[in-house]
């Protein structure tokens, strides 16, 4: 058979095959060393499409347009596969030598192009010389390529970056043998291998007895698509990114805008088994469950009433969905669903609900003895606080009494005396120690922990909105009760600060209601009280500057000049309390 059709054949099929690789690698998720091998394989095929036109061609032209193609494929590809070795072995170069490898592909690629025979032109000989047509003795015909110093800076150029591609390889292996972790050694035979082999083809005057070339070329490039297919080989990214989705706790679904659940972590996988085929690295999805389907889209027929805490139960495990938007402008493309477990606290949360409708049930049953329900509220709140952090329940207590003091200073200074009523007054005392109330949601060690993390300081400032929830089921909701709206401003604003710092909702200035506003500082004042207590090495007059010093900042400015005028009963109420350390130096 004819020399010239076999490699025709030769080429053709190993064409197919780097096109069946490019479709294989189209449909897995594009790393970004990935990327670089599709380039990769699309330069190949440029090459390729060079070789054969190299064999086949029958005039100059032709032929100087196949050693363009193979030229302009191979160092290209030389340079692709070095960046991409960068990417997989994390080894960077520096900016000046990608300064100079931009040039030199600019001016390498400009000589080519621009090569021509019939011009007279000079830059258009840098590639060419010429092309001859030889007839050997034996009747074969032999075609000779005369590259010019043009031809010659590509080649220098194409050793280097070889060269180059070695030593970030084996600077990669070195820093494994270092550190014991493995790289990639097949990954490295099956690309660096062929691009030696193109490179030594550029030279190649004549056509030899077997095409090498093109079918190890397509061996390479399926091993290539192989190794991809089975993830060998991956980037600093992909490998933090499947790392910290299975290190979370919470199981974790990525679900695009049709409902259709592309990635889970760990945690969701042992959730719902029927995700456990979703790998990180892949294109796959399948149909979202319904308990997610209902986080993104509730029904329309459960209010709020019907669940309002908004958890979902499966199993025996109550979870507190949190939704996240994946959009850009206005368009939603997915929904990030995390599902936090609460299952303890939901089991506490009913344990109160019971206390608390024990509670409501003999509240309802006499009205005229609403103050002594009221009292057994507080009664059973402070001692079921005690049963689980006996500091916080004594701290509820205490703090009641600095706020009463606060309160009836600020109604002798003349201030708010539209609001300062003695009802109102009464019932803020008896509403004042509920403030922490919603901490019996939250764990022992999260209370006390002082490193909280950003997720851990999220959950203790939640005390006020469960502390809020609390009260609507402890107290007869009804908004025209004195004793209900105060509950409710002091469980859930007693965090908000003056310049609007605060949390839950920002609120600043008189926009904070006043009750919350005086048992922010009551509060404040009994935490630094017990603190300093336990030192004993601090005087009582710290304290109360302390407070004053953030008078504008978190606290209202009367409410602080109330405490600090009434300086004196309070040192009182603390000598009672804790014995007369801060009122003399100890």
């Known amino acids: 058979m004819d020399l010239v059709l076999i490699y025709k054949i030769c080429c053709e099929i190993s064409i197919a095959v780097l096109g069946i690789c490019l479709v294989v690698l189209a449909t897995r998720r594009a790393t970004e060393a990935q990327k670089f091998i599709y380039y ?44 991409v070795f960068q990417q997989v072995y994390n080894v960077a170069s520096s900016v000046p030598v990608m300064i100079v490898l931009s040039i030199d592909f600019i001016f390498v690629n400009g000589t080519i192009i621009i090569g021509n025979l019939k011009t007279s032109w000079a830059p258009t000989k840098w590639f060419c010389k010429g092309i001859e047509f030889l007839t050997r003795t034996d009747g074969k015909q032999v075609i000779l390529f005369n590259g010019n110093w043009g031809t010659m800076v590509a080649s220098v150029s ?58 190890v070329l397509a061996v390479a490039a399926i091993v290539v698509t192989i190794l991809v297919c089975k993830e060998k080989f991956t980037n600093l990214y992909d490998l933090s990114y499947k790392e910290i989705m299975n290190s979370l706790n919470s199981p974790l679904f990525i679900v695009d805008s049709k409902f259709f659940v592309h990635k889970v ?18 294109y796959k999805r399948l149909p979202a469950i319904k308990e997610l389907q209902d986080i993104i889209t509730p029904p329309l027929h459960e209010s709020e009433s019907d ?18 938007h994946l959009g850009q402008d206005k368009h939603i493309y997915g929904y990030v669903i995390a599902l936090n477990d609460v299952t303890e606290q939901y089991s506490r949360s009913n344990e109160l609900s019971a206390l608390a409708s024990k509670l409501s049930t003999s509240l309802r ?32 207590r205490r703090m009641s009494n600095y706020t009463f003091i606060i309160a009836r200073e600020l109604r002798r200074m003349g201030k708010f005396t539209d609001i300062l009523t003695d009802a109102y007054m ?37 005390h006020v909105n469960i502390g809020s929830q ?57 935490t630094l009280a017990s603190r300093h207590a336990e030192k004993k090495n601090y005087h009582f007059d710290e304290l109360i ?22 300086k004196e009963k309070l040192r009182e109420l603390y000598d009672v309390l804790y014995g007369k350390s801060f009122s003399e130096n100890v």
């Open 265 to 282: 972590n760990y945690a969701a996988k042992v959730l719902f088994p029927e995700y456990k085929t979703l790998a990180v690295n892949s």
């Open 158 to 215: 194409m050793v280097t970056l070889l060269i180059a591609t070695a030593v970030v390889f084996f600077s990669a292996v070195s820093s494994a043998v270092k550190r014991s972790f493995r790289v990639s050694m097949l990954f490295f035979l099956a690309a660096f291998f062929p691009e030696i082999l193109i490179f030594l083809s550029l030279f190649q005057k004549e056509v030899q007895s077997f095409p090498l070339v093109p079918l």
């Open 365 to 396: 049953s006499d009205r005229s003895r609403s103050n002594e329900e009221r009292e057994k509220i507080i009664s059973g709140a402070l001692q079921f606080m005690r049963d689980k952090d006996p500091m916080t329940a004594e701290h509820m």
């Open 40 to 83: 990769a394989f699309t330069l190949v095929l440029l090459y390729l499409t060079g070789y054969a036109v190299t064999f086949i061609g029958t005039s100059p032209d032709m032929i100087l347009l196949g050693q363009k193609l193979k030229y302009i494929g191979a160092f290209c590809l030389i340079l692709t596969l070095f960046i």
């Open 307 to 324: 669940n309002p805490f908004g958890l979902i139960s499966i199993g025996n495990q109550y979870f507190e969905p949190e939704l996240h």
């Open 470 to 526: 609390i009260v609507d089921r402890m107290v007869v909701n009804d908004p025209k009760s004195l004793y209900y709206k105060l509950s409710k401003e002091v469980t859930l604003y007693h965090h908000e600060w003056w310049n609007g710092q605060g949390f839950p909702k920002g609120l600043s200035n008189e926009d904070i209601p006043l009750a919350a506003r005086i048992v922010a500082v009551a509060d404040v004042l009994d």
């Open 426 to 462: 009464e019932t803020l005392c008896q509403v004042a120690p509920l403030h922490d109330i919603g901490k019996l949601m939250l764990s022992s060690e999260i209370l006390h922990k002082t490193d909280l993390s950003e997720e851990e300081l999220k959950l203790r400032r939640s």
């Open 545 to 566: 500057n302390m407070i004053q010093s953030h008078s504008g900042t978190y606290f209202d400015p009367l409410v602080v000049e109330a405490c600090v005028s009434c």
